[in-house]
């Protein structure tokens, strides 16, 4: 019977055969291959109670689970803690700097967290296992330990510890060699060449000046710049003999503008024209500090206006208002938010970064100028990266390669 | 004695810097609750320090009754409005529930904060008109850039102009996004120079008088 | 013509105050209903509550307070009405305590207008504290949870309740949140749990945040802001506040353009005539 | 009733705002100070119970955290403003403060800010995909943000004079940023502009007979307020100019 056959159709019948027998025999759970390289350990860079799984699992049979089963103690009742989904991995990895110990992608990671119903302590052991299951069988690995630990540096982010470290030898570098030539140049700040202008005229028109240093407390540096700012402003006042006026929303920001006026007149040799009101308390609140301070423009006409410091939605309605009165208004701020409404509504706005440069560029002490000079190597540097990133990310992409990718991590953020 | 008016704030300023960068790096839990602990901390100073806020409110209004300045009645509003809120607010246990605290809040603070707020949209016409005017080429861009966002946020411009909200997208994600990201990067280095000046003492006007 | 020109330049602001307020206030009173082209998230919520048989029981809980209002209380208004239109079994309530007099308001209003009788047509249940506790208990036993409605009737009594035991019963729910609890909570304690549909609702802010959950399908629909309560008007061919606001919102954009448009030509004016005298 | 009375109130209080875009005036006088002194209250009671007795009392007391006396005492060092004689002590807080916000801030503004934008913009100038290489609108939207970034980084340059190249760059950076002003104005002319819708909502809302037409009469009240001030106002002016 067999002879009638020809090879293609003896072939058929061989394999029909061998696949038959492939789904007929039953296998025993052995013949389920446990996962490879399966380990166990604390999870790295982190504040402890938490541990994390890796394994290899086979991607070509999508519907095999891998369930993770866990015990306080060797010999104990192992419970089942999580499912991994095996694909869901490419996309975690990259959440690991290569510096930080990454998996290659055929690697699957999964971090046990502690929750409510299942604690994880620091400085105890754990066991466990991995368990593949496909339809009816299953299999499991041997069993790893590993004690969940608290760490003392996140290495994931040894990029950005660099970076500070770097920008900050760059600063009092750039602040030495400014002490050593003091006569460095600055670009001219428009804005900035208006406050004396501005001061002149409100001596002239015998009105004041309203100061504002941003809705912020003193813990943010858009008010520290802003305070500063009022320092160099308050020396120019205290020569001219004008009156200046800061409604405050916080109250220890007005406590400590109050010192930095008063030191003001102090080394202008006025301190006899100092006045302890001219730093007022309105309220915290963020719109009726905006009514009051509008009353005081429309009441008092102000000379100059100032907006130095950070904002939020008042910007326009403080901006808008001075403009109406007819006073020169400058402002400053780094609410990157509120710019455009500074923007069309003072004669100047001092854009971001011109913010932190204002006080270096109106007192022009040395060391002031150096740390712009810092500023400006780190913009420079940032420059390049931006530019020379591009162009190895481009070149990964057309020669295909991932080697580029080292020099890309060092500028990604990893949290 | 001057080392404690001097010296002294300047090393707690360097030791809270130094402190809390290092902070960042560090994942233990101590290093986290003793961020939490300290930020709690500056709401229990600033809580504090707002006595410094109504003892200069009340001056201001005192002087202003005192030596009868223009709108000098007003000034016994503030007060009137201030003492009434905090005797509710303690006669309502701090609770705004159908209390009457609750009642002042959701009946004055809520309209009057939704009111000033709402004046923006005035604003922001006026300034519109003012200030978008094709006087220099850059304002030129900042009046179209404005007018074509503007536009393509609307049914009414998308039911005239079919693709503009596109358009409006693309300048929002495309040049607005680089501008920003500048500014950004440029205050970063800003502000990080400045705090290393404060940590290191080189900027210590905040500290004040030299006494 | 010129000194017409210069002097609209210097135009007294209160002018323009004056032209917005109208351009708000018109189209306010009197609504046009620009037409809005829906988009699928609102569609979606439209298109269950239209699919589902008469008499299931429909779910909406109003999670939101006073401040937002103006976005969210006009789609309570809408879905309140798509869903007494389509004769199902309406069970209101609040996570938000502070929402309660508002959700109460809108579902009593819009029962009147559609002539539905409390109780056998809909149910208020109120608030009852615990946020993300209450879902949970709805799940187990909604009548324990809520022994009696916002009025005090006993809630086992209530002939529109009938059969309904838990949130198993619930065909469809749709959360109206303005931040938390809200439509995550909804998701996480009831729809993850007690396979019901679930649909949201929220302010414009708070959108980009909620859209993942609509890509997961861990909801099914999502009404965003003023913009899509809206849509969801015209999808009912009924128009009511928000495309009013939208008209108002289309009205003010185009004032302000016109107004940049008018303020450029006067300038060309003038500055013509200036380069001409040179 | 309490609804009935709020309504009134609210309504007045928010027609005295409104009314100052007409100009300064009584109402609007009226309705700042009681602003500021309400919120100034509300803010008091809130630190008091928020701050004072949660946050400071209640876990020195029932919990044992010592340590918060530390917290307390920098917040009484404030206090010392009052003395002038020992203002000086007030500088500890301030430094304590500043201290902190300075170091706070110097990681996560380079993570934020400096890390993030720039991965961000580190992405490749070309794709390649099956047909070889390809420079579609993605690409396009690429090159040119990081033109913008570039140009506007060169506009922020203090310390180098803006000549030639450079100046070229900046003028292009302005652009950029001027775009950015102008984009993000419009953007928000429409959060805005549903503020005053939702407002205006309100008051119509409160213009029914439910609330006893409250903003019907209050505008009413309001207007011939406004009308007889100016004319009382004028008549006073006169007055001066006589002699």
Known sequence: ?415 | MLFWKRQFPLFIAFVMGVVFIFQYYIPHPYSEGMLTEVSEWLRIISGFAIILGIASLSHLHYKKIQRKEPGWGYSYVVYLSMIITVVVGLWSGGKEEGSGLGWIYNYTLVPLQGTMFSILAFFVASAAYRAFRAKTKEATVLLIAGTIVMFGRVPLGEYLVSNIGGLAEWILNVPNTAARRAILIGISLGVIATSLKIIFGIERGYLGGKE | MRSFAEKMLAIDRRWIFGLIALATLLPLLYPVGLPIRPSPQVKNVYEYIEGLPEGSVFLLSMDFDPASKPELYPMAVSILRHAFKKNLRMMGMTLWVTGTGMAEKVISDVAQEMGKQRGTDYVFLGFTPGSSAVILNMGQDLLATFPKDHYGMPTSELPVLKGVRSLRDVQYAVSLAAGSPGIETWYVYGKDKYKFELGGGCTAVAAPGIYPLLQTGQINGLIGGLRGAAEYETLLERKGKATSGMDAQSATHFMIILLILACNLFYFVTRRKDTRRR | MEGFLGAWVAVGLTLFIYSFLYKDNPFFKLAEHLYVGVSMGYTIVRIYYDTMVKSLYQPMVSEGKWWLVIAALLGLLMLTRFIPKITWLSRWSFAFVVGFGSGVVIPRIISSYILQQVQGTLLPLASVGEGGFRFGLAQLNTVLILVGVVTVLFYFFFSIEHRGAIRGAARVGIYFLMISFGAGFGYTVMARMSLLIGRIDDLLLYSSSDYGYATIVLSILIILGLLYWERSSRKAVKKVDMP
């Not at chain 1, 600055?186 to 240093?213: N, W």
Request: net charge negative; with cysteine; glycine share 6%.
């Open chain 1, 1 to 415: 019977m067999l002879s009638g056959l020809n090879t293609r159709q003896t072939l058929a019948i061989a394999f029909l055969v061998l696949w038959v027998t492939i789904l007929w025999v039953p296998r025993s759970a052995d013949a389920l291959p446990a996962p490879l390289d399966f380990e166990a350990f604390d999870t790295p860079n982190d504040g402890g109670e938490s541990l994390t799984i890796v394994f290899r699992p086979d991607l070509s049979v999508p519907e095999r689970h891998y369930f993770i089963y866990m015990s306080p103690d060797p010999g104990g009742e192992f419970r089942q803690v999580a499912e991994v989904i095996p694909t869901a991995h490419a996309k975690a990895n990259r959440r690991t700097p290569w510096w930080a110990g990454r998996w290659s992608a055929d690697f699957t990671l999964y971090q046990i967290r502690s929750t409510d119903t299942l604690a994880l302590e620091n400085g105890r052991s754990y066991f466990l296992k991995l368990v593949v299951k496909e339809q009816k069988e299953s299999s499991e690995t041997e069993i790893h330990s590993a004690v969940p630990r608290a760490n003392l540096f996140n290495f994931s982010l040894l990029n950005n510890f660099l970076l500070m470290s770097l920008f900050t030898g760059t600063v009092f570098l750039s602040i030495a060699y400014a002490r050593k030539n003091p006569n460095l140049f600055l670009r001219r700040i428009a804005g900035l060449d208006a406050v004396e202008e501005a001061v002149g005229r409100a001596t002239e028109m015998g009105k004041p000046i309203l100061y504002l240093t941003g809705s912020d407390g003193m813990d943010s540096l858009s008010t520290i710049a802003a305070t500063v700012i009022l320092g160099e402003v308050a020396k120019k006042v205290a020569r001219y003999d004008t009156t200046l006026k800061v409604p405050h929303r916080d109250p220890v920001v007005m406590a400590v503008c109050q010192e930095i006026v008063k030191e003001a007149y102090l080394a202008m040799g006025r301190p006899d024209a100092y006045k302890e009101d001219s730093n007022f308390f309105i309220t915290l609140d963020q719109f009726s500090y905006t009514a009051a301070v509008d009353g005081i423009m429309l009441r008092e006409r102000p000379a100059a206006i100032l907006y130095m410091g950070f904002y939020y939605a008042e910007s326009l309605l403080l901006a808008e208002t001075g403009a109406g009165t007819g006073a020169i208004q400058i402002a400053g701020t780094d609410s990157d938010t509120q710019l455009p409404f500074f923007v069309t509504t003072c004669d100047y706005t001092l854009i971001g970064e011109e913010l932190y440069a204002a006080s270096a560029y109106l007192s022009r002490e040395p060391v002031l100028v150096g740390t712009l000079r810092g500023q400006d190597l780190g913009k420079a540097f940032l420059l390049g990266v931006v530019v020379l990133g591009t162009l190895l990310a481009t070149a990964g992409q057309v020669l295909q390669t991932d080697v580029f990718s080292y020099v890309l991590d060092l500028f990604r953020d990893f949290k």
